[in-house]
């Protein structure tokens, strides 16, 4: 195999700079996440087949042009702050590569694109895509491509290799140069995007999390499953069920699940993440660059409604989430954690939602399933569970397509199995003009071990596992309120709401605050979760008899804990506030307002002003000052300073430029 070249960057090739747009800065972000819990693959990799007579110097000529054509193919990217350069054409070799296989089937050609996608791609020093030849006896049979997510979308990338076809086709294409994120960043005024993130943040704030659990699944999370399943009858179902209730068909399919976790759960509002492209303009259409918006789209459903509302209210808020999600992203996410901390509730999207209709006739042909068969293909694997439900769509050829991943505790393998071909089936009704009302209740009963909290579902035994992980606790039951195991005790607190307590059996020295600090840390702070007031302590030795029955009086029963102030005490935590302070305001003398001294070690990065986009910048004064241990999505969410300190950990003695750069 001939090797990559390793290019050398100068500043003197950039010809423009400027900052990345919101969606690229969460995938700048993304870069520093381990890649097990990223939730979009960096980098993206397909292929196409190479038309005869085409020859391996058609293929370089082709890959120059568009390199020449397409500013992002040229891009790089700032390693500590949102900002992305373009470069000249020429500022580096072509980043392609060959390789010689026996025979370029749809097998060799599938592990090849894989194998390629694994290749780390460095979005600070190389061009941010690389392609591969496949040689069979000497002749060019495929090409296949990968690009980094920060600078090149799964549409763009599609876009790309038709692009490439075209010319190895010898197909005129047009010439132009197509725009760049950087041509559209500016396009944002300040005083919309505050009056749009004061909205969105108003649509959010009651919204529950967590709706998926009562679907099933194991308790334990052990496992992933991943399901693609194939129809062609569901793809003339769903072309009739847009026209009839004049919609996209994304938008019906989107439409179609909500109703499903309806009547699975028996929730009415929730989060789905859904994927919408910013291409509607004909100057967007055929650019490369990331412009597709991941935005949470709050979707409310009226009890007895029928699907025509249900289609309805998905596409209004779908259309509300585009026009807010696309201001001020770090400033929002910020926002957004401090506002769910003040609430006491994480919110998070618990449907994720993607739409990958482009035109796919490029691919080598492949050896098809049945149209109306079951799943091509599932699986599970061992590792960190997903989740969250994430569904795709694609409608290629004349088939709709459904690709589902999930985990363990959300939907076992048979649930994962039966949910695409309910929602076809479900389409079908639909189609034969059934109105199919959503369901005032669950029509399926709550997994064992599942209690409905005010703010989403808790899954008992977990709770009762991080209470037993405080030193001090000898033994634990977790009942909700009403149940047997809390009749038998004394009465705790008043309110209707439902809620949890916390019969313990703990070491003396143990207090109820000790304890609820401790589910803050672990499980965040969900109203019902054990509130302050919930928590029945029975010290060890003591004789049988009722249990003693120990208050919080930090809050009352319907409010997060408020902690008093803590400075810094260990190393790690010191070097954590000093970076948090240095990120804040800038590096300032021992002893000010805005030390490392006075950063509150029981307070979030939110609650200091911490945004998204300066997390890579924390990562890195915290790794100069000798610790690691922490990933950057724990930095993004609501856990204390002070949990996050004790996570870290000595750094390994090497250096390392520009951050995680692994795919």
């Excluded at 038709?162 to 960043?185: F, G, I, K, S």
């Excluded at 789905?272 to 259409?285: D, E, G, H, K, Q």
């Excluded at 290629?396 to 949910?419: I, K, M, P, R, S």
């Excluded at 003396?508 to 109203?527: A, K, M, N, S």
Aim: charged letters at 20%; one cysteine or more.
């Amino acid at each position: 195999m001939h090797h990559l070249p390793e290019p050398a960057p100068s500043p003197a090739t950039v010809t423009r700079s400027g900052p990345l747009n919101w969606v690229q800065q969460w995938h700048w972000f993304e870069r520093t996440i381990p890649a097990p819990r990223r939730v979009n693959p960096t980098p993206l990799a397909d292929h196409c087949h190479v038309p005869p007579p085409a020859t391996v110097a058609d293929v370089h000529a082709a890959l120059a042009s568009l390199t020449a054509r397409h500013e992002a193919l040229r891009s790089t990217v700032d390693p500590l702050h949102p900002v992305q350069h373009v470069h000249r054409a020429d500022w580096a070799p072509l980043p392609v590569d060959h390789l010689d296989v026996p025979a370029a089937d749809a097998t060799t050609l599938e592990a090849a694109t894989a194998e390629l996608a694994a290749r780390p791609i460095d979005p600070e020093r190389d061009p941010p895509w690389r392609a591969r030849v496949l040689l069979e006896a000497g002749k060019p049979r495929a090409v296949l491509m990968a690009a980094h997510h920060v600078l090149i979308d799964g549409w763009g990338l599609a876009v790309l290799i038709n692009q490439l076809h075209d010319q190895l086709r010898c197909h005129e294409t047009p010439l132009e140069t197509y725009l760049h994120p950087l041509d559209t960043v500016a396009a944002q005024p300040s005083e919309r995007a505050r009056a749009a993130e004061r909205e969105w943040l108003t649509r959010l704030a009651d919204n529950p999390t967590g709706v998926l659990a009562p679907f099933g699944g194991s308790g334990n999370g052990e496992g992933r499953h991943r399901l693609q399943h194939r129809s062609a009858g569901a793809y003339d179902d769903l072309e009739r069920v847009a026209r009839r209730y004049r919609a996209s068909p994304e938008t019906v399919m989107l439409a179609a699940l909500a109703h499903d976790v309806a009547a699975r759960t028996g929730e009415h509002r929730f989060l789905a993440s859904v994927v919408v492209s910013n291409r509607t303009r004909a100057a967007l259409r055929d650019s490369v660059g990331v412009q597709a918006l991941t935005v949470p789209v709050q979707i409310d459903l009226r009890p007895g409604a029928a699907f025509g509302e249900v289609v309805a209210s998905v596409a209004a808020a779908s259309a509300a989430a585009y026009r807010h999600g696309q201001w001020r992203p770090a400033e929002l996410v910020a926002a957004q954690a401090r506002m769910d901390r003040r609430r006491g509730v994480v919110t998070v999207p618990t449907i994720e939602y993607n739409c990958y209709s482009w035109p796919r006739d490029y691919l080598v042909p492949t050896q098809n399933t049945p149209p109306d068969g079951a799943a091509t293909w599932i699986s599970s694997a061992p590792g960190e569970p997903c989740e969250t439900l994430y569904v795709d769509l694609g409608r290629d050829e004349g088939v709709v397509t459904l690709d589902v991943t999930v985990g363990d505790h959300l939907l076992d393998a048979g649930q994962t199995l039966a949910l695409p071909a309910r929602l076809c089936a479900f389409l079908r009704a639909l189609a034969d003009g059934a109105e199919c009302l959503v369901p005032a209740h669950s029509l399926t009963p709550a997994a064992a071990g599942w209690w409905r909290a005010p703010q989403g579902w808790v899954c008992l035994t977990e709770v009762e596992e991080v209470l037993r992980g405080h030193p001090g606790v000898l033994d634990v039951t977790v009942a909700p309120s009403g149940d047997a195991a809390v009749k038998s005790g004394d009465a705790v607190g008043g309110g209707d709401e439902p809620f949890l307590v916390a019969h313990v059996r703990t070491a003396p020295g143990v207090t109820p605050d000790d304890l609820h600090r401790h589910v803050l840390d672990h499980l965040g702070e969900v109203p019902g979760i054990v509130a302050p007031r919930r928590y029945v302590l029975s010290p060890a030795g003591r004789a049988s008899g009722r249990p003693a029955v120990q208050s919080s009086t930090a809050t009352d029963s319907t409010g997060p804990l408020q902690l008093p102030m803590r400075p810094p005490a260990t190393g790690a935590e010191q070097a954590l506030a000093a970076a948090v302070a240095a990120v804040a305001r800038g590096d300032l003398p021992t002893g000010s307002f805005d030390s490392p001294d006075a950063v509150d070690m029981n307070r979030c990065l939110a609650d200091h002003g911490i945004t998204l986009v300066a997390v890579p910048r924390l990562l890195a004064l915290l790794h100069q000052s000798g610790f690691t241990g922490i990933a950057s999505d724990e930095l993004a969410g609501t856990a204390s300073l002070g949990h996050l300190a004790a996570a870290l950990e000595p750094a390994p003695p090497r250096a390392q430029h520009g951050g995680d750069v692994s795919p």
